[in-house]
């Protein structure tokens, strides 16, 4: 990956986000973070990112809410989503799907490969849309 690929990160965690910001930077991605829903979603209509991680579970706003006012917005519908949810969540992650998901990542994360992850499941989405 020679470009830099803007991705946002809402995550309500900031030891997470941190964590996030600097494993996908090593893999050519600009981090734009976000600490919670609503400024997530204001992040996306501004910036409007190539990619967008979401934490599930979040308070104000959990990440299936903010996943549903993403993919109901003309200028966010478009941007693929890759939720962050944990082994618990798995079993709710046809919920995630059926509102618009792309993909997910399961925590706890594996930072060591988490930058890596993320680049292949990209190259792998924008290989079968053709979005790049």
Do not use: C
Not at 20 to 32: P, S, T
Not at 52 to 80: A, C, F, Q, R, Y
Not at 100 to 120: E, M, Q
Request: charged share 30%; net charge negative.
């Amino acid at each position: 990956m020679s470009k830099w690929i803007p991705v946002l990160v809402i995550e309500d965690d900031e030891l997470v986000r941190i964590e996030l910001k600097l494993a996908l930077q090593l893999y050519g991605f600009e981090v734009y973070l976000a600490k919670d829903g609503p400024t997530g979603l204001k992040l996306a209509q501004k910036k409007t990112p190539a990619l967008i991680l979401l934490d599930w579970m979040m308070p104000e706003m959990d990440g299936l809410e903010v996943l549903s006012e993403l993919k109901h917005n003309k200028n966010t519908k478009h941007i693929p989503v890759f939720m962050l949810t944990d082994k618990g969540m798995i079993g709710n992650v046809n919920d995630a799907f059926e509102t618009g998901i792309d993909d997910y990542i399961i925590k706890p994360l594996d930072l060591a490969n988490l930058g890596k992850s993320v680049r292949d499941k990209w190259e792998k989405y924008t290989n079968l849309t053709n979005v790049r």
